[in-house]
């Protein structure tokens, strides 16, 4: 079992939807967590920060962790053609910023 | 802009012939990394540099090696390339280690082998 799943998608959604990404995990010692948002053939650009259980919101995103049930969520609003991208999830202990990364979700957002 | 660079950011070369990918930083950050990343899969810590102190990933080959001749460039050296390392190789680098400490990364070298 991996200690971080994704589905990997692709999700397609037309403009404008609401769009719910998630990641579930094993290990309880997580404390940080993270969504990296990575364009074709790019880098991944770092999207939200978020430590411990609760929500976090930056404009059209909100970032959602649930400790109890090893449950983090990413909801973009409004969504947008160019939020067509692959979403990783990561998250670290809380000794140090080493990630485990989660495999991407693949998100097309249709004109 | 500071940021991280990556060169080349295509790189072909023949089944075992060795391959160096490069990294530069222009935020002077303590801590460099290096990440293999294959099609549709997580991102994979080879390594990692605090200064010039090397952090090897116990599941690392030995046929990944790694150099930081300063604090701006990091090399990734590939010893004997096989078909299964074909994969994105991305470079990311943080302040420190410390919870808190963001990685930044480059746009990445993918890596073709024939």
């Known amino acids: 079992q991996k200690e971080v799943e994704q589905d990997p998608g692709p999700l397609s959604v037309p403009e404008g939807a609401i769009v719910s990404l998630n990641c579930t995990y094993s290990?309880?010692?997580?404390?940080?967590f993270m969504w990296y948002r990575q364009y074709s053939r790019k880098g991944p650009e770092l999207l939200m920060y978020?430590?411990?259980?609760g929500n976090k919101e930056d404009g059209r995103f909100t970032a959602q962790v649930d400790k109890s049930s090893k449950y983090i969520s990413l909801f973009i609003r409004d969504s947008q053609p160019s939020d067509s991208a692959t979403y990783l999830c990561a998250m670290s202990y809380h000794a140090g910023n080493m990630l485990t990364f989660g495999g991407g979700t693949r998100l097309m957002v249709k004109p | 802009d500071a940021m991280v660079i990556q060169n080349p950011r295509y790189q072909v070369t023949q089944f075992g012939k060795p391959v160096t990918l490069s990294c530069s930083q222009t935020?002077?950050?303590?801590?460099m990394y290096w990440y293999q990343q294959k099609s549709s899969q997580a991102p994979k810590l080879l390594f990692h540099?605090?200064?010039?102190?090397?952090?090897n990933e116990a599941d690392t080959p030995d046929n990944f090696q790694s150099r930081r001749p300063n604090t701006s460039f990091c090399f990734l050296d590939i010893r004997s390339p096989g078909l299964g390392d074909a994969a994105m190789y991305l470079c990311a680098t943080s302040v420190g280690t410390g919870r808190q400490e963001t990685q930044y990364f480059g746009p990445g070298t993918r890596l073709l082998v024939l």
């Open positions: 540099y605090y200064d010039k102190d090397f952090n």
């Open positions: 290990n309880s010692a997580f404390q940080y």
């Open positions: 935020l002077n950050h303590n801590v």
């Open positions: 978020t430590y411990s259980s």
